[in-house]
C-alpha cells in the first residue's frame, strides 16, 4: 500500500514511542515525514534510520513559537503538509492528593496544549488544500484510573478539541478532518517505565493486561494502523471521531 504518496505528514513526539512508528510507516508508505521533538540526539537517530523522507525537525511543541519556526523551515512546503499527527505526551502517576501543580501544568502543557498548536498549525496550513489531523488521547480519557489524575484530565482534553476543530473546519468549508486514536495499555517505553518501577515487574504487566477484556497489552503497530486510517484518505468521510484501541475497554 502507497497510501501517503507526494503527502507530508508532520509528526510531534516523532523521536520514540509511536510517534517514531508512525514516521516509519509513512515513508514505507511513500510519504515524507517531519518528525518533531525536543531530544535532538534521539530524534536525529530515528530520522536516521528511517532514511531521507524522515526530516527531524527540533521543537519544544508546548511553545507556540517551535510551530512559527517549523512554518519557516518549511517554506514553500507549508502549503503542501496533507497531514499533522499529534503523538507527543506524557505519563507519570499521580492522585488528587499528591499532584502538584507544576506537575500537573507541564502534563497538561504536553499532552493538551501541544495538541492545541498542532492543530493550530494543521488548519493554518491545510485550509486551502484540505488533510487531517489526528490526536492521541488516550482509553484513560473516558475510562479513568486514579492514580493519573492529570493525563486523565488532559486526555480528555484531547478528545473535546479534536470535535472542536472538526466542527469548525466542517463550518468553515475546509476539506480539513480531524479525528483521535484512544489507545490502551500499550507496550511502549512509556508503559515499560511503569513495569520496570514496579515491585514486581511481571505482575505489573499482567495487571496491565488483566485490565482489558481481551487480557492482553497492545502492540504499537496495532495503534498505528489506526492512525495511518485517519490520516490517510481511506478516512475520507470520518470527522470528529475516535477510534478505540484499547482491547474492548470502551465496552466496560
Not at 504518496?5 to 517514531?20: C, D, Q, R, T
Not at 531521507?52 to 512559527?68: I, Q
Not at 486526555?155 to 469548525?168: S, Y
Request: charged residues 20%; contains cysteine.
Amino acid at each position: 500500500m502507497q497510501r501517503f504518496n507526494e503527502k507530508l505528514v508532520v509528526i510531534s513526539g516523532g523521536a520514540s514511542g509511536m510517534g517514531a512508528l508512525t514516521a516509519k510507516r509513512v515513508v514505507e508508505e511513500g510519504g515524507t515525514a517531519i518528525t518533531l521533538d525536543i531530544n535532538d540526539t534521539l530524534g536525529q537517530e530515528v530520522a536516521n534510520e528511517i532514511g531521507n523522507k524522515c526530516e527531524f525537525f527540533h521543537a519544544d511543541v508546548t511553545n507556540p513559537d517551535s510551530w512559527n519556526d517549523l512554518e519557516k523551515y518549511l517554506g514553500d512546503r507549508f502549503n503542501k503538509v496533507t497531514s499533522v499527527i499529534n503523538a507527543a505526551g506524557i505519563s507519570e502517576p499521580a492522585t488528587i492528593e499528591d499532584e502538584t501543580f507544576d506537575h500537573w501544568n507541564r502534563t497538561h502543557s504536553i499532552n493538551g496544549t501541544s495538541v492545541f498548536l498542532g492543530c493550530q498549525f494543521g488548519v493554518k496550513a491545510m485550509k486551502d488544500s484540505g488533510g487531517s489531523i489526528v490526536n492521541f488521547s488516550s482509553s484513560l480519557a473516558t475510562r479513568p484510573k486514579p492514580f493519573v489524575i492529570a493525563y486523565n484530565y488532559s486526555k480528555a482534553g484531547v478528545l473535546a478539541i479534536t470535535r472542536t476543530v472538526a466542527l469548525h473546519c466542517a463550518e468553515m468549508g475546509y476539506k480539513i478532518r480531524c479525528n483521535s486514536v484512544q489507545p490502551g495499555a500499550i507496550n511502549t517505553p512509556m508503559m515499560q517505565r511503569y513495569i520496570d518501577a514496579a515491585e514486581d515487574p511481571k505482575q505489573q504487566l499482567a495487571d496491565f493486561a488483566a485490565t482489558h477484556p481481551m487480557n492482553r497489552v497492545g502492540d504499537p503497530d496495532e495503534v498505528v494502523k489506526a492512525v495511518l486510517f485517519l490520516a490517510s484518505d481511506d478516512s475520507a468521510f470520518t470527522t470528529g471521531d475516535s477510534i478505540s484501541v484499547d482491547g474492548g475497554v470502551i465496552a466496560i
